[in-house]
């Protein structure tokens, strides 16, 4: 039997309705796959750093092993030379040092907007800070070599010209923001009634800070110390513009030094050739940095997810 | 202080007092440090950078001597590196908040991985995401471009930093998709329209405001950073004006690294120069986000 042929108006009506329905359908379908298959993207990029990250490092773990790799006290590529430890000494003193900076002076910015600032005292120092968090690195490498650096040679003349000091600094300004900025959100969702019953019992203030909020947030403000201290770990164009590229094993703020980023940003400009060792201990050095900061982000995120958990 | 019953009590009360203000001054001068910071840096480039700051910064290209010299094309492939990088992550990235946060509402372990996952993506070093695209994109792009030769070109440092802001944009249009209120979701269907009709025609004009800073924020991000674009190959020596995605290209904040480490004054003061400029572009944009937010604001 032929298909029945539509006669009259309402029949066509109701044909286009369902076609124009089946297309709807086709559309949402189209459009979840088309949302779906993005989400999956971040899936991809996780794999695919840890892939890229261990395949790559393996050829270098064949021909240096791991123990020699994690505790050799030189690091000369050139001269088959592989122990990280004075790439991973420089990173501990930067990350030492900047931390130094950020975390009592964030702590500190982060009480004071949360629980003093007046508004207009806020409306200036909340941009400030958004404005330093948001200054590309290469800027503070600029302002580590033009400013910090000689600025510390009139207190230190024997400091080296690029130095391990100049660098800790400028990544300490620079995580500031951060460590700020989470501190007073910390703070901030402290419920009120809290240091209001503190006060409301005789404490001062600063007691009820000390005693009621700063417990109350310490797990949020942990998070922020952490995450500092992670990005202190990464950061890459301030410490190489500032320390320099001179692998040192040293615990002398005024030396030199080079960062496992500062390594693998050195190494990979230009032309580095594919398939050779120095392409192989990039990745090497990358899987060591990757570890690091992992392990560091994964600690955040637990302390984070108590902080939520008590107060919303 | 007659209240008090004792001496020593008042004396008590009386320095619980003092560490209390003493505690306030602290806090001030911690965060006037923290300003004064921002305002010696600024200071610094602004007071370096005025004198190389001309048109022969935007019109010329590096060359060996300071004065003269420019960083046109460091400005151009900056340009070019920000509005490929958007071209990828902002569909990519607005699709999976959409998925996540629209098609896919429901608690579930799929979506606890994934969104641990992209919080983790957040907090790796930008520089591991070069060597992701030192590894995959250079060759996949050296393929695509038939020059076995090279791939170190705008496209690949593009689709780099495209995956280093995903994370970025996903998180911010998330909570932009959240702010929305589920009662203009639920009207929306229950008059019959589908959930695309919904998202396309509701939530997502409510949650524009949200999504453009997320964007911004990306478009910073790619303007900003350095390191991932020196792994997968962005060069200081380029003459000429890149023209497409498969030229190479340096970027504005290689610029800056390079001419800072020079050791004559000459070149440190171009930097500064350099550093205005971008600087400019990155407060413009921001201004730009701000204007828009307001204006959406004012709609709403």
Not at chain 2, 256 to 271: E, T
């Amino acid at each position: 039997m032929a298909a029945p042929i539509p006669n009259s108006a309402g029949d066509r009506a109701a044909i286009m309705l369902r076609s124009k329905r089946g297309n709807q359908r086709l559309i949402e379908q189209f459009i979840q796959g088309g949302t779906f298959s993005a989400t999956l993207v971040s899936a991809f990029t996780t794999i695919g750093i840890v892939v890229v990250l261990l395949l790559n490092s393996l050829p270098f773990f064949q021909q240096v092993s791991v123990g020699e790799f994690l505790t050799g006290r030189e690091w000369q590529p050139a001269g088959g030379k592989f122990g990280i430890l004075p790439l991973v000494s420089s990173t501990l003193l930067i990350t030492l040092g900047s931390a130094f900076i950020s975390i009592p002076l964030g702590l500190m910015v982060g009480i004071f907007l949360a629980e003093y600032a007046p508004r207009k005292v806020r409306n200036v120092v909340k941009p400030a800070l958004e404005l330093l968090a948001g200054v590309p690195t290469v800027v503070y490498g600029y302002f580590a070599l033009t400013v910090v650096t000689p600025f510390l040679r009139g207190i230190f003349p024997t400091i080296a010209p690029l130095n391990l000091l100049a660098g800790a600094i400028v990544v300490g300004i620079m995580t500031l923001p951060l460590v700020s900025s989470l501190c007073e959100d910390a703070i901030s969702s402290v419920p009120r009634s809290l240091p209001d019953g503190a006060v409301a019992m005789g404490a001062t203030k600063f007691e009820s800070i000390k005693d009621v909020v700063i417990p109350a947030a310490l797990s949020g403000i942990v998070a922020s110390f952490i995450l500092a201290i992670s990005r202190a770990v990464g950061e890459v164009m301030a410490v190489a513009m500032a320390a320099g590229l001179m692998p040192n094993l040293t615990a002398n703020f005024l030396d030199g030094g080079m960062t496992m980023t500062a390594y693998i940003v050195n190494t990979s400009k230009g032309d580095l050739p594919r398939g050779g060792i120095d392409y192989f201990t990039v990745f090497a050095v990358g899987l060591t940095l990757f570890f690091i900061t992992l392990g560091l982000n994964l600690l955040a995120n637990k302390f984070v997810r108590k902080y939520r958990q008590v107060y919303s | 202080m007659s209240r008090f019953s004792t001496p020593a009590a008042a004396a008590r009360i009386r320095q619980r007092k003092t560490v209390d203000r003493v505690f306030v001054v602290l806090m001030g001068i911690a965060a006037f440090i923290a300003v004064s910071l921002l305002v010696i840096l600024l200071y610094r480039i602004g007071s370096s950078g005025m004198r190389y700051l001309g048109p022969d910064l935007i019109n010329e290209f590096p060359g060996r001597r300071a004065t003269g010299s420019g960083a046109r094309h460091a400005l151009f492939g900056t340009l070019w590196i920000m509005s490929l990088t958007l071209l990828f992550t902002v569909p990519i990235g607005v699709g999976a908040a959409i998925y996540l946060e629209e098609f896919n509402r429901r608690d579930s372990w799929f979506k606890r991985i994934i969104q641990l996952n992209i919080a983790n993506l957040s907090g790796v070093p930008s520089i591991i995401y070069g060597m992701l695209g030192l590894a995959i994109f250079v060759p996949f792009v050296a393929v695509l471009a038939g020059d076995a030769r090279s791939g170190k070109t705008l496209l690949a440092g593009a689709l780099t930093m495209s995956l280093l802001s995903l994370p970025l944009v996903i998180m911010v249009a998330q909570e932009a998709l959240k702010a929305v209120p589920s009662s203009l979701r639920d009207g929306s269907l229950a008059l019959g329209a589908t959930r695309w009709q919904t998202i396309r025609r509701v939530v997502l004009p409510q949650a524009t405001p949200g999504i453009l800073t997320g964007i911004i924020l990306a478009a910073s991000r790619a303007i900003g950073e350095t390191a991932p674009l020196i792994v997968v190959g962005a060069a200081v020596m380029v003459n000429s004006v890149p023209t497409g995605p498969f030229d190479s290209y340096g970027v504005l904040p290689l610029q800056v690294f390079n001419w800072a480490q020079r050791p004559q004054q000459d070149f440190k003061d171009l930097s500064a120069s350099t550093i205005i400029v971008l600087m400019g572009i990155l407060i413009s944009l921001n201004a730009i986000a701000i204007i828009m937010r307001m204006r959406a604001q004012r709609r709403a």
